[in-house]
């Protein structure tokens, strides 16, 4: 099992603030695979950005796309 599955997949970030929340999606390219995790508007975005690709990679391992 690879520490960094995703590493060479391209993924987009998606992120808007809803309310006194922030929503982050993150879409693998290759897949068309997302997942959404949302925290405060006040965590540092790349902080919000490393917790969607985690959920990122859960949800695609979950579905078989990745070991």
């Known amino acids: 099992m690879s520490e960094e ?10 992120i ?6 922030v929503k982050v999606t993150a879409v693998d390219t ?11 508007a006040s965590t540092p975005e790349k902080l919000l950005q ?5 959920k990122l990679e859960f949800v695609m391992r979950k579905k078989g796309l990745i070991q």
Do not use: D, S, W
Request: aromatic fraction near 10%; glycine fraction near 6%.
């Open 16 to 21: 808007y603030t809803v309310g006194n929340a």
């Open 5 to 14: 599955p995703l590493k060479n997949r391209e993924v987009i970030f998606e």
């Open 30 to 40: 290759q897949t068309m695979t997302e997942a959404i995790f949302q925290g405060p």
């Open 50 to 54: 490393r917790e969607a690709l985690k």
